[in-house]
């Protein structure tokens, strides 16, 4: 039986990933549906009030404008808006990192010191009050408006989403775990690294998919002030401008950016799926 019960072990991971890869085909189909209904919702909306294009584009018009090009001999306009959406990922996967980072670290020191909590929260809470635009001109003069300014906006929108939740997950253990834990006479960090932190992770997880659109956001934010040009944040800046030119340049930039904050959602999920519902035989047995 001993050979049975290995075997069924070393496959779950392999079958929680067949498993992972079905609901995430689900997850795409189903998104597909909504987004032809949002389609045909949009175009009722269009004829049913006469809106004009400058109101409402045709959603014909805002695909077409990214398959031509800004200028002769350039390259279409989807082709720059996807290089200025990588552009902006790249800064926001570096604010996400720092935001996390610093979130988790705050989470881990507020669980294990009360006064640090009682003493830091308020602040902690007070800082996300301040609008973002008021913060992100004195980060660029701080940091000399380069990409590591972006990032660090970025990050100030992330770190309070996983702090708040990582401190719940963290707190969230089981009394009698815990006394299970203390018994066998487990350190502290023993108890953080096998009791809190697993017991933590679905509030984690759920902190870093907000947290991964939002650093997209923050990103875009971080952009307009710093004067950087190769990012969303100055097409969306530009062709704001000119929006009575070309209404379906400013929707379609528009949609890159939702599309990189989507992207950045999915692969939190898809790691999420990975990591947290797998489970070993003997636990699900127990």
């Known amino acids: 039986m001993l050979p049975e019960t290995s075997n069924k072990q070393a496959a779950s991971p392999i079958h929680t990933f067949s498993t992972t890869l079905r609901d995430a085909a689900r997850s795409v189909a ?14 009722f909306v269009k004829a049913l009030f006469q809106l004009d294009s400058f109101t409402l584009p045709d959603v014909g018009d805002i695909l077409g404008v990214m398959l ?26 570096l604010g996400f990192m720092l935001g996390a ?33 008021a913060i992100a001109p004195m980060v660029v003069v701080w940091l000399r408006a380069d990409w590591l300014s972006v990032a660090v906006i970025a990050a100030y929108l992330t770190f309070f989403p996983v702090a708040i939740n990582t401190l719940r997950g963290l707190l969230s253990v089981s009394p009698t775990a815990l006394e299970l834990m203390e018994s066998y006479a487990a350190s502290r960090w023993q108890i953080l690294i096998k009791l809190r932190i697993p017991t933590a992770l679905p509030y984690i997880f759920t902190a870093l998919k907000i947290s991964a659109t939002a650093s997209v956001v923050g990103a875009i934010i971080g952009e307009l002030p710093s004067g950087i040009q190769d ?10 401008q000119y929006y009575i030119q070309g209404p379906a340049r400013l929707w379609a930039t528009n949609l890159m950016a939702a599309l990189i904050g989507l992207v950045a959602f999915g692969v939190i999920s898809l790691t999420e799926r990975l990591v947290v519902r797998w489970k070993s035989p003997l636990s699900e047995a127990r």
């Open 30 to 43: 189903t998104f597909t549906l909504v987004l032809l209904f949002i389609v045909v919702i949009w175009q």
């Open 68 to 93: 031509k090009p800004l200028q002769a001999d350039k390259a279409a306009l989807g082709i720059l808006l996807l290089n200025a959406g990588l552009f902006t990922l790249r800064e926001a996967t």
């Open 101 to 133: 980072a610093v979130g988790f670290m705050l989470a881990i020191v507020f669980a294990h010191s009360r006064l640090m909590q009682r003493g830091l929260m308020p602040f902690v809470v007070a800082s996300q009050t301040i609008p973002i635009l």
């Open 231 to 240: 990012g969303l944040g100055y097409a969306i800046l530009n062709f704001n």
